[in-house]
């Protein structure tokens, strides 16, 4: 037990003591605290111990470059070859089988669709399609559909294949989305990774020769370093030895039959360093904040320092009952990325995109006896070499015995010598003592019998050929061919099969897609996404947009789908059209984009649909009989609300005017009685005279003696 503790403290980089002045635990050294040099002997450690597993796998690869390039005679066969004097022939059949199978990733290229997750964005607006053009932009302008399927071809013959994504400064000043295919001979990886496309490797890396002159140019402030460490200065290392370049010496005959019998294929050339980048991931410590101010909104995130600066100024201006710090604390994935050479960094900083590594990686099938990645190449490895040496054993037979083999008595010969040597030749006579021939009754001259191809290698090489397809799954019909009379449906139908078989390999490229399209886009979105004009649209009805940041801001789901350009699918989908298309032309219910699956030039598809476009607006301007405009309907009825409310104020104008004449006639006929009163006052006042009394003006009145005044 205490063994144990000593071992575990050992490897955590304590001793059984309990002392730690002198190293500091495993889980604090981090390779990204760590200084320069402990960052470089990291690195170097990390190769080393995935020498062997890197070295195992580039056997087999370069085994497999070798068969598919027609090279399948290994160098001691050549030699026993020559001295047997027996033909060397190569009938390339695994070159068909890789290129048929590539060739069907390039004719069914996917799209990659990213559909933003808003509930009010639908997949058909603008700003989602925002997202997929940006994409199809940035690959385009890198040509990222050829390099990603030379990228599947090597995944097809080695069983490994890497790409790189990376920001291009050089070509464009203001920056430009590149995706690159490189050799996977200089890939180095974390060997203890198993999943699919190394998905769960912690680390990867590629080592590069880099001409001298190159490497100071690019980091000009590391020259005094690296001059130190040209002229021995720097710390060497056996993994910047020449591996990649080692010097093999192929042997061309036996010492003892020419001089001078050997060809040397030298190493590297002189002048360039081995330049080896990492990349690698640490969890680190990020704290998730409820923001007080809105505690419904999202969370914020902060990082260890700033988490602790948050806290100590909440504290410092008590501000805990105002603003508590409602947070969770978790651990995500930090990515980062490393250049050295001849045991200097280069640089060390965090990788621009932080959803996963740029150095991408597909996987074919796993050997788990000899831990290693291969891919369909090495099934076909030996049948290939059965069918060769088949074929150049069968034609030494021939070559050798060209009569089948012979039989004859001493002396029966004019000239052994020459017999021997004229023996095969078909244009000579092999002369012969009497009676040699013919005996006693047999004739004189005699054909020479005509050898056949032995019957047991034909049929072994037959086997052979047919077992490059029964170990792959391709059939005769996934190359071109058919066996008998076969109907074109049932042969597409055994092309559609067959795929069945290679479906682990567009897996994997699958897979490789999506964590591919998840790191572009952050990159678009990051560094790409500055305003600039994007060419979206078809090759013939492109439009400019402007590039922003804030609509690729929003979480998008990725959908692998069928591209209108695969001819495959053109086919299978103008095949349905077809059917279908008389009757929705009828019903005006065509959509133009259908067009796109036709398998018409695309100028002549890009005019069309303007027309159609076009013709559908202008049908749409045109009401139908009867049809009477919503609008126009709606005019009229405001029409006549507004006349009614005109009748309405025309009646109670009337009544006001009705009112004011009857007003009028009162107030006539209270004027005329009052004039015609103040009329019979002013008559009689005018029939008074001085001499008439007050009673007698009474009388006047008709007043009597009781109604005059007491």
Not at 374 to 396: C, D, T, Y
Request: net charge negative; aromatic share 8%; hydrophobic share 40%.
């Amino acid at each position: 037990m205490a063994d144990s503790i000593s071992d575990i403290k050992a490897l955590a980089g304590q001793d059984s003591s309990g002392d730690t002045s002198a190293n500091v635990s495993l889980a604090e050294k981090k390779p990204s605290k760590l200084s320069d040099n402990d960052t470089v002997n990291m690195m170097y450690d990390r190769m080393k111990a995935s020498k062997q597993g890197v070295l195992d796998w580039r056997e087999d690869a370069e085994v497999c470059d070798r068969f598919r390039a027609a090279h399948q005679w290994d160098n001691e066969d050549l030699e026993i070859l020559r001295e047997q004097n027996r033909p060397a022939i190569t009938f390339n059949r695994i070159h068909p089988i890789v290129e048929v199978v590539s060739g069907t990733e390039i004719a069914n290229r996917a799209e990659v669709r990213f559909v933003p997750r808003h509930p009010e964005l639908g997949q058909k607006s603008a700003v989602a399609d925002l997202g997929t053009d940006a994409f199809t932009w940035a690959n385009d302008l890198c040509s990222a559909d050829d390099e990603r399927s030379i990228a599947f071809k090597d995944l097809v013959v080695r069983g490994m294949a890497w790409t790189e994504q990376t920001l291009d400064y050089e070509i464009d000043l203001d920056g430009r989305y590149q995706l690159e295919r490189w050799d996977g001979m200089e890939a180095w990886w974390d060997t203890s990774a198993r999943g699919q496309n190394l998905y769960d490797r912690q680390w990867c890396g590629r080592k590069r020769w880099w001409k001298v002159g190159d490497i100071l140019e690019h980091w000009d402030d590391k020259g005094q370093e690296l001059m130190e460490a040209s002229v021995g200065g720097g710390q060497m290392y056996s993994i910047d030895n020449d591996d990649d370049f080692p010097i093999n010496i192929e042997t061309v005959t036996p010492l003892h039959y020419r001089e001078n019998n050997q060809t040397v294929i030298p190493g590297r050339p002189r002048g360039f360093w081995a330049v080896i980048q990492q990349q690698w991931w640490e969890l680190e410590d990020v704290y998730r904040v409820v923001d007080p101010q809105d505690p419904e909104g999202p969370l914020k995130e902060y990082d260890k320092a700033q988490f602790k600066t948050l806290r100590e100024r909440i504290e410092k201006l008590r501000l805990q009952k105002k603003f508590p710090l409602n947070f969770v604390k978790q651990k995500r994935r930090v990515y980062y990325e490393a250049f050295i050479t001849r045991g200097v960094l280069l640089e060390k900083k965090k990788l621009a995109a932080q959803t996963g590594f740029t150095l991408k990686c597909m996987t074919g099938y796993w050997d788990a006896k000899k831990k290693v990645w291969f891919g369909l190449v090495r099934h076909m490895i030996e049948p290939q070499r059965a069918a060769n040496k088949w074929l150049s054993q069968g034609l030494h037979i021939v070559n050798a015995n060209a009569k089948g083999g012979l039989m004859a008595e001493v002396g029966a010969v004019v000239n052994v010598r020459k017999f021997e040597d004229e023996w095969a030749m078909p244009d000579k006579i092999s002369w012969l003592k009497d009676g040699a021939l013919s005996g006693e009754k047999g004739p004189k001259i005699r054909e020479k019998t005509i050898p056949q191809f032995p019957a047991a290698i034909v049929t072994m090489i037959q086997y052979a050929i047919e077992s490059l397809r029964d170990v792959t799954g391709v059939s005769v019909e996934m190359l071109g061919f058919s066996e008998g009379n076969v109907p074109g449906v049932s042969q597409r139908q055994r092309q559609a099969q067959g795929m069945t078989i290679l479906a682990g390999l567009f897996m994997s490229l699958t897979r490789y897609r999506k964590d591919e399209a998840v790191t572009a886009m952050e990159l678009i979105r990051e560094y790409i996404a500055d305003g600039r004009l994007i060419r979206v649209g078809g090759d013939f009805n492109a439009q400019a947009v402007q590039l922003l940041k804030d609509p690729l801001s929003m979480a998008y789901d990725l959908i692998i789908d069928e591209s209108p350009r695969n001819p495959n699918v053109k086919m299978e989908v103008w095949g349905g059209l077809t059917q279908i298309a008389p009757i929705l032309l009828k019903m005006g219910a065509f959509p133009p984009e259908l067009l796109d699956y036709s398998p018409m030039p695309a100028s002549l598809v890009s005019k069309l649909k303007e027309r159609m476009v076009q013709a559908q607006q202008a049908a749409a301007q045109i009401p139908p009989k009867g049809f009477v405009d919503p609008r126009e309907r709606e005019a009229k009825i405001e029409g006549l609300k507004a006349k009614a409310m005109l009748d309405v104020e025309k009646a109670r104008q009337l009544d006001r005017e009705a009112n004011f004449k009857q007003i009028q006639v009162v107030l006539q006929t209270m004027t005329d009685q009052t004039q015609m009163e103040t009329q019979k006052i002013a008559n009689a006042k005018a029939m008074l005279t001085p001499d008439v009394k007050l009673g007698d003006t009474s009388a006047m009145f008709g007043l009597g003696d009781g109604g005059g005044m007491s």
